[in-house]
């Protein structure tokens, strides 16, 4: 009875301990791109990327471009932030949002 009751607790802190794992922030491609023909990029899950006037802050799957929110991202997303300071995912335009 009591190795029972020992199996049954074990596997309660197991399951516990596997739901309780942080999902992994996702890995995407980025390219920042500055007046005069200056850019940068790469393949990254955080950091902080500067050209020229644009910034773009990537951090635990949410995107900042030049001091606002545009919303999260996926695994194997791509992200442009242009010359004109707009931000774009995958091809598609995002607007700014509120910040989480």
Not at 30 to 56: A, H, P
Not at 87 to 94: A, S, T
């Amino acid at each position: 009875m009591q190795r029972a009751v020992a199996l049954l607790l074990l596997t309660l802190v197991a399951a516990t301990l596997a739901g309780c794992r942080k999902l992994s922030t996702p890995t995407v491609s980025y390219e920042v791109r500055g007046g005069g023909g200056g850019f940068t990029k790469g393949i990254t899950q955080d950091g902080s990327f500067i050209v020229g006037d644009n910034k773009l802050e990537l951090k635990d799957g949410h995107i900042f471009a030049n001091g606002k929110y545009y919303g999260q991202v996926k695994n194997g997303d791509s992200i442009l932030l242009d010359t004109d300071r707009q931000l774009y995912v995958n091809g598609e335009k995002r607007r700014d949002m509120p910040g989480p």
